[in-house]
């Protein structure tokens, strides 16, 4: 909507600019034309006209005047405001009587190229986040209460403390509580980030949100409502992100000196002149012309058209930038923090090998017995077994007789042969030796099969780390940054990841609290952080830390919290948009220059600093200053593409 209202007003304002600028008697002596509607009317109908454009053109700027005075940040609405105020009113008076020559062609440029550049800007870059409130979506709404006689479904915050709630097989878990009946496997994926799901019995804790799997629980609540998990999970975001929103980019922190420039000198100035003894009318003629320049055109291209270039070529490279004050910082960065699960390894359990004990079997016939059983299973760790299969195009047989071993593992008769596929904790009650050969890896999850009970193979599955990831952590070193992984997963896992990559050291069994606390101790510290993640978990920690990053393939709401989406889920980009941010904010410095660079000269001589020697600048000189600035900041924003690329 609001790239909507900039792009109708740009339009609108443009049309009414039109008949501004030809009516304009210092344009008209500057092109060396003469033009007129109703003779000396021509001027009510200029200042009518440009009446127009100043409340409806430049609304945003006088609205965003107030925001920032209110947040005490004053930045490029105050500045822009500032300078069409002192336009319109100075032009203003001079129609009704001031001795004086109007701006009012300044003011409807000025308006127009600040519309333009904003709508480009906003274009390039996404709107406001939805994450709290796709957070707040993730509770269920309602519960089954558990009666004597059944269930009776009741809203979730009806529910109080010591309640039972049924969760049947596939529910989301409605209260943070304690099992008191059933076993189930949970996945807690939105609290820990990890994809293995986890078994849940008799008095082990739920957490609202987490997704129930094959069995029914029935739970006695502890928390609803702002004590359960989840809100705090909410409320964390919305402090982290309250705290950035603070934050002003590059263009608000320049804008701001440029208003303090534009009222001190401008002030001064008709201050200076009233106490020379020159007539009030001529001090505020110089008062008016300081301030209008010192707000030059070229300043609402500047940033906007380098913004729209490097979110452009950015997205050609896998970045979805969101927030550009993040952006312009990435080159700041001096610790990269990731997420284990799905940012550096893929997320999901997959066979990573497989083999036969025994000669009779070959090792194909290890992953076909296997997937007989497996079949007929609702536990997680088969659907990664039934992938790999898929993938080797194995045929499975029949499976009959099939049976759950409790916590244990599944059996059944398949090709007349009895077959189990049983976890390491079976064989060691049955005080079978496991080979060496099948555990290598601490991170893997092994499996094993057993065919008339004998131990015949084993499959290991996990959680695979991305190829990607390797180059990734080569290339953030060698630009000097500190790698650190933080993970919901076992210290055993987060080490061998840690160690297989590289990286400079990781924290294991972190919750999203943690991740946050983390965040906020490397910043107390001086470290300027970047959070790479994909998960609900992840969001508080991607919304404090300075530079947020989001995983594409991972939540809605990790990627809502995020500044920066990747888009293609490489992590190899994240080393790009260190190289971008940089070129980025060098394009902004360099515009920036060329965009003020020329007030240096005018603002001294509108205000009369040479008037002795004859020496003033007059509005035709500064707006042939401020369309040459506007060319060469145009132009070299263009440059940004090349410098991008060969980067």
């Not at 609290?191 to 804790?205: F, L, N, Q, W, Y």
């Not at 080569?474 to 840690?498: C, I, P, Q, Y």
């Not at 470290?527 to 393939?553: H, K, Q, R, Y």
């Amino acid at each position: 909507m609001m790239i909507k209202d900039f792009r109708r007003r740009f339009w609108l304002s443009l049309i009414f600019t039109l008949p501004i600028l030809i009516l304009s008697p210092m344009i008209q002596n500057l092109l060396g034309f003469r033009f007129t509607l109703l003779g000396d009317a021509d001027k009510y109908i200029l200042f009518a006209l440009s009446t127009v454009v100043f409340f409806y053109g430049g609304w945003p700027f006088l609205t965003g005047l107030a925001d920032e005075i209110k947040k005490k940040q004053p930045g490029m609405m105050t500045l822009i405001a500032v300078a069409i105020t002192v336009a319109w009113g100075y032009s203003s008076a001079t129609t009704f009587g001031v001795k004086g020559s109007t701006f009012f062609w300044e003011l409807a440029t000025l308006i127009d190229i600040m519309l333009l550049g904003h709508w480009i800007e906003m274009k390039s870059i996404l709107g406001a986040s939805r994450s709290l409130q796709m957070l707040v979506e993730m509770m269920p709404d309602e519960a089954h209460l558990v009666k004597s006689g059944g269930t009776e479904d009741v809203k979730v915050d009806q529910l109080k403390k010591d309640d039972l709630v049924l969760v049947r097989p596939g529910e989301k878990i409605p209260v943070d509580g304690v099992v008191v009946e059933g076993e189930s496997n949970v996945n807690e994926s939105m609290i820990t980030g990890e994809s293995k799901p986890v078994a849940k019995g008799k008095d082990d804790r739920v957490t609202g949100g987490s997704l129930n799997g094959n069995g029914s629980l029935t739970v006695s609540v502890m928390q609803v409502g702002e004590d359960a998990y989840l809100s705090k999970v909410i409320n964390m975001v919305r402090d982290a992100q309250d705290k950035k929103s603070k934050t002003q980019n590059l263009a608000d922190r320049i804008a701001f000196w440029l208003t303090v420039i534009a009222l001190s000198v401008g002030f001064g100035t008709l201050a200076a002149w009233l106490l020379v003894g020159k007539p009030f009318v001529f001090a505020l003629e110089r008062m008016a012309t300081v301030m209008v320049i010192t707000c030059p055109h070229a300043l609402g291209l500047a940033v906007p058209l380098v913004a729209a270039i490097s979110t452009s070529v950015a997205a050609q490279h896998g970045l979805l930038i969101r927030n550009r004050t993040a952006f312009e910082n990435s080159r700041k960065v001096s610790v990269m923090i990731f997420d284990k699960t799905g940012t550096l390894t893929r997320g999901n359990f997959g066979v990573t090998r497989y083999g036969s004990f025994v000669e009779s079997f070959k090792n194909t016939q290890i992953l076909r017995l296997a997937g007989a059983l497996e079949g007929k299973s609702e536990h997680p760790l088969a659907m990664g077994i039934m992938q790999k299969i898929k993938d080797e195009k194995i045929e499975i047989p029949e499976a009959e007789n099939f049976n759950a071993i409790t916590g244990k593992g599944i059996e059944a008769d398949v090709d007349d042969k009895k077959v189990k596929v049983v976890s390491p904790g079976f064989l060691a009650e049955k005080n079978i030796d496991i080979p060496s050969e099948a555990v290598t890896n601490e991170a893997e999850t092994v499996v094993f099969v057993m065919v008339d009970d004998k131990l015949a193979g084993f499959i290991a599955m996990s959680d695979e780390i991305r190829k990607e990831s390797y180059e990734a952590v080569k290339m953030l070193k060698k630009h000097g940054l500190k790698l650190f992984m933080m993970t919901g997963d076992n210290e055993k896992v987060a080490r061998s990841v840690s160690d297989e990559l590289g990286l400079d050291g990781w924290y294991a069994g972190i919750l999203p609290d943690g991740k946050l606390k983390m965040v906020k101790e490397l910043q107390k510290k001086g470290e300027f952080v970047a959070m790479t993640g994909d998960g609900v978990n992840d969001a508080p920690a991607l919304a404090a830390a300075d530079v947020g990053i989001a995983i594409g393939s991972g939540t809605d709401i990790a990627a809502e919290t995020a500044d920066i989406i990747l888009v293609n889920s490489n992590p190899q980009d994240i080393a790009s948009l260190v190289v971008f941010g940089k070129a980025t904010y060098t394009k902004m410095i360099q515009n920036f220059i060329w965009a003020t660079g020329y007030n240096v000269v005018a603002i001294p001589l509108a205000a009369g600093v040479l008037f002795s020697a004859g020496i003033i600048i007059s509005p035709a000189i500064g707006a042939i200053f401020m369309s040459i600035s506007t060319v060469i900041v145009a132009v070299n924003a263009q440059l940004l593409r090349r410098k991008m690329k060969e980067g």
